[in-house]
Nanobody, 124 residues
Framework: QVQLVESGGGLVQPGGSLRLSCAAS????????IGWFRQAPGKEREGVGY????????GYGDFVKGRFTISRDHAKNTVYLQMNSLKPEDTAVYYC?????????????????WGQGTQVTVSS
């Protein structure tokens, strides 16, 4: 059974940090790309960033501006999204997703499997 499970969301004050986790299980070995996305109420889902193990690359949405970092622990089959300098506009449900593909990795349509999401709220 293929499964992606996000965790680590919660309430944080502006300027604070959170680390989200995405635990993957049951996927064939060629599902090498993991992406993070977010969706705020009334808005479209947007790409936060991705990590592609085939080429050891990461990419981020323009709005990240160096605040977020994606990393991967292969031994634990887990991908992390470290978020620093959080702003109220970062409030959203954050999802991880995986794909066999290697193109358009900031685009939701490129992904085949999704987790259930974890809520991040940035508020004082």
């Amino acid at each position: 059974q293929v499964q992606l499970v996000e965790s680590g969301g919660g309430l944080v004050q502006p300027g604070g940090s959170l680390r989200l986790s995405c635990a993957a299980s049951g996927f064939p070995s060629d599902y090498n790309a993991i992406g993070w996305f977010r969706q705020a109420p009334g808005k479209e889902r947007e790409g936060v960033g991705y990590i592609d193990s085939r080429v050891g690359s990461t990419g981020y949405g323009d709005f990240v501006k160096g605040r977020f970092t994606i990393s991967r622990d292969h031994a634990k089959n887990t991908v992390y999204l470290q978020m620093n300098s959080l702003k109220p506009e970062d409030t959203a449900v954050y999802y991880c997703a995986t794909t066999r593909g290697s193109f358009y990795l900031l685009t939701p349509g490129a992904y085949e499997y999704w987790g259930q999401g974890t809520q991040v709220t940035v508020s004082s």
